[in-house]
């Protein structure tokens, strides 16, 4: 469906820019996705948006004809809109942006297909927006399934178990204790592995959990290195073992 | 040499305190190092301050024992002075802090002895704090001999090409360029692992120098890894492939 809005006080409008913050996408469930690069990324992994707004106006894009061409197949809706509202959306002042409305997915992990991936990503309290960012480039890179975020460990290890489903998974994690040498080691799919907080690394029981604690070489005066660096250094080292590279 | 400071107008309080500024730092060849954890780091791979500063009645320590009988030894300067001057010199109110004031050293590449490590990390404008804290970080793990940072190519080229010296050295970059998979490459020691900017990557010129173009499995959407993290990659393997793990 296309339509076209003029009015600032439309309430479609008011409800996109509430959107903007995090109480109103909770209550909604729905959340902005801004720009062409990141909608295609969505659509190209089957993420298309509910209601997709543009500027009346602006330039003829390939990519953007056939994102409308989706999200009005696939039953969306297609809004263009004056320049002003638009900016009054996005809260920014770019007539050329589009906005993408999502409905929120299920990311628990029931919601999970293990067998998906040969390799998982798992942190815990990771703190550094950075270091998350570089996590999931290097998922992205070796193929990982995923990165979970463990939000409770109590929730974690009995999924990771298997619980009724039996469908296993090898615990791996980096480690100064009863480790083995990291290369070479007995890798094995799906292979989850567990990267620790910046500062503090692991809790014992954390590692103790694990199928397989590793160790890299440490030849300088620090005793480690930086979480997503492990991660990244252990993510090959698995892709290797797993002769998945 | 043991002195007593208790004026604020004391010349030495006013020099130490301008080192705050780069301008003076360039000027006098020397700069300041706060805390007694940097400074036995530096002590603990033969470097010790011309002067150590610290605050009267501070509490006695062993490794600042060992620091102060150094710097005596070596020659060098010890003050105590009161708490309030040492807040104006380091322009922070810590009275357990001590300060010690080093010569700059030699970092040109003409002081480097390549033969002193097996690997060496070598950065091309690399623009993110973060990134250049965790290549450091690297690169002590891997035992490396130092982070070169390019300052001219026109410069380190021939310096690595040996110019009367012919001492040799392997330049090793990842690339999708004309590349041999990362992993079990004919890696050469001294191998310098170059790494380019994080927007841009090598410039071409840079990876046609290379004696070696390496190429990491890259299974997603992205194209490339953050710049430290595929430094860290690489270094693992290099550091495998000569033996040294």
């Known amino acids: 469906m296309r339509k076209h809005i003029t009015g ?13 913050d ?6 909604s469930g729905q959340f902005l996705v801004e720009g062409l690069r990141l909608l295609e990324d969505a659509r190209s992994t089957g993420r298309l948006p509910t209601t997709l707004v543009m500027a009346e106006g602006r330039a003829a894009h390939d990519l ?34 589009v906005v993408g ?18 390799i998982w990503l798992v942190a815990q309290a990771l703190r550094d927006p950075g270091n998350l960012g570089t996590m999931l480039r290097t ?11 463990i939000a409770r460990w109590e929730e974690f290890l009995p999924w990771l178990r298997g619980g009724a489903k039996q469908d296993g998974g090898q615990l791996v994690a980096a480690s100064l204790r009863d480790a083995v040498p990291y ?30 604690r590793v160790t890299m070489p440490m030849k300088g005066r620090a005793d480690s290195l930086n979480a997503a660096v492990a991660a990244a250094v252990l993510a090959y080292e698995v892709l290797a073992g797993l002769g998945c590279d």
């Not at 409008?13 to 959107?19: E, F, P, T």
């Not at 056939?66 to 320049?83: F, K, N």
């Not at 999502?102 to 992990?109: A, G, K, R, V």
């Open 22 to 27: 995090k109480k109103h996408r909770k209550r």
């Open 64 to 97: 953007l004809a056939r994102l409308e061409a989706d999200v009005v197949a696939a039953g969306g809706e297609v809004i263009s809109t004056t320049p002003d509202i638009l900016s009054k959306i996005t809260g920014k002042d770019n007539a050329q942006s």
């Open 139 to 149: 998922g992205d890179a070796v193929g990982a399934g995923g990165l979970i975020l």
């Open 8 to 20: 600032f006080s439309n309430p479609t409008v008011k409800y996109l820019r509430s959107l903007r």
């Open 183 to 212: 290369r070479g080691a007995a890798y094995a799919a799906p292979c989850f592995i567990l990267v620790g907080n910046e500062s503090q690394g692991l809790p014992e029981e954390y590692e103790a959990a694990c199928d397989l």
């Open 101 to 118: 409305v999502f409905d929120e997915w299920d990311t628990s992990l029931a919601a999970l297909d293990r067998s998906a991936a040969p």
